[in-house]
C-alpha cells in the first residue's frame, strides 16, 4: 500500500501488507486505489487495519483517505460478492 521512497519504511509494518499471489499484486494491486486496497485490508485482517498510520506512512495527511472513502469501498466489494476467506 505503501510505495516510492516511502517503502522501506513501511515494509516492517504489518498494517501495510495485503498477502496475494504473484498475479494479483503485479496486476490488480498495481494500479488499485488505495481506498479500496484499504477495504480489503480491513475486511481480511481487521487486527491490523490502520487507515491512519497508512496515511501517515505514505507521507500524507491522516485524513487523505478517509473513512467514508474506505466504507464505500468496502460497500462496493461487498456488492460484488467479495467475502474474505475463512481463516484469513
Request: one cysteine or more; a positive charge; glycine letters at 4%.
Amino acid at each position: 500500500m505503501v510505495r516510492g521512497p516511502n517503502r522501506w519504511k513501511a515494509f516492517p509494518d504489518p498494517r501495510c501488507w495485503i498477502r496475494t499471489c504473484n498475479l494479483c499484486h503485479e496486476e490488480e494491486f498495481a494500479t488499485m486505489p488505495i481506498a479500496k486496497q484499504l477495504a480489503i485490508k480491513k475486511l481480511v485482517d481487521p487486527e491490523h487495519y490502520s487507515r491512519i498510520a497508512v496515511n501517515l506512512l505514505r507521507v500524507r495527511d491522516e485524513e487523505a483517505v478517509s473513512k467514508n472513502q474506505v466504507d464505500a469501498e468496502i460497500k462496493k466489494l461487498e456488492r460484488a460478492g467479495f467475502r474474505p476467506k475463512e481463516g484469513e
